[in-house]
């Protein structure tokens, strides 16, 4: 592993075609399409789900009894809860290490199971809704500043980067295509649909980001702070 800037680098040199997907992470702001997913996730053995909030209630209901040894929230999964307001619920360590870390990097292998951390096949994350909040009628700087994302696009993010092992989802117009593929491939995702998948992540998260700092950036400072009493030391 060679060193660039002082850090060192990992370079990976074996990856999989075909991936099995068994632990699937899903948090969802458009939960939209989401019943044909989860049914077709249901069909591929010793599947496990982990997910957050109002989507885990989601998948809860839909799955019903089923849901005893699939689904397990974020929280219990970590050890950690959630922070008020779902203020944080993923940033993790324990995620990212099962998002980041490679199957045949023996120290990887190692870290994973110091941590109890499992390795996640793929993530399904759309984000909150900056664009459409902040253009509302009516919407001020906090309604736009709490609908600014943080744990998706991380979350996304690392996914994509590791397109050679997880499969990265932030399109509810890909799931048929997923299911399809799973369908077809006993519950696999080749590589070319693991690369196109992070594509569009990064695409979708440099969008995201930019519409923030047009928005803020349009802004005046008493137009930023309008919404808010200053406390001020006199």
């Known amino acids: 592993m060679p060193c660039e800037r002082g850090r060192t680098v990992n370079k990976v040199s074996k990856v999989d075609d075909r991936v099995p997907i068994r632990r699937v992470l899903i948090s969802l702001s458009d939960k939209s399409a989401i019943e044909m997913l989860v049914s077709a996730l249901c069909e591929i053995e010793g599947l496990h789900m982990y997910s957050t909030g109002g989507t885990f209630q989601r998948i809860a209901d839909l799955l019903g009894p089923r849901a005893d040894g699939v689904l397990k929230q ?36 190692a870290d994973r199971q ?50 050679l092992r997880v499969a990265a989802v932030c399109d509810p117009s890909d799931y048929r295509g997923i299911v399809e593929e799973l369908s077809a491939h ?3 995702l080749g590589i070319d649909t693991r690369f196109r998948l992070a594509q569009k992540v990064f695409e979708h998260t440099a969008r995201y980001d930019h519409a923030i700092a047009a928005y ?9 702070i309008a919404p808010y009493a200053i406390a001020r030391d006199d």
Request: proline letters at 4%; charged letters at 20%.
């Open 74 to 109: 974020v929280s219990e999964y970590t050890g950690q809860p959630e922070m008020q307001g779902g203020l944080v619920k993923t940033l993790d360590f324990k995620i990212y290490v099962g998002l980041l870390s490679e199957p045949y990097n023996q120290v990887h292998v």
């Open 186 to 188: 006993s519950g696999t």
């Open 216 to 224: 803020l950036t349009e802004k005046t400072l008493s137009a930023a």
């Open 114 to 163: 110091r941590l109890g951390a499992d390795l996640i096949d793929m993530v399904v994350v759309n984000l909150y809704p900056f664009e459409s909040v902040s253009a509302r009628s009516g919407a001020d700087a906090e309604d736009a500043r709490s609908n600014i994302d943080i744990g998706g696009p991380c979350l996304l993010r690392a996914a994509a980067k590791s397109y």
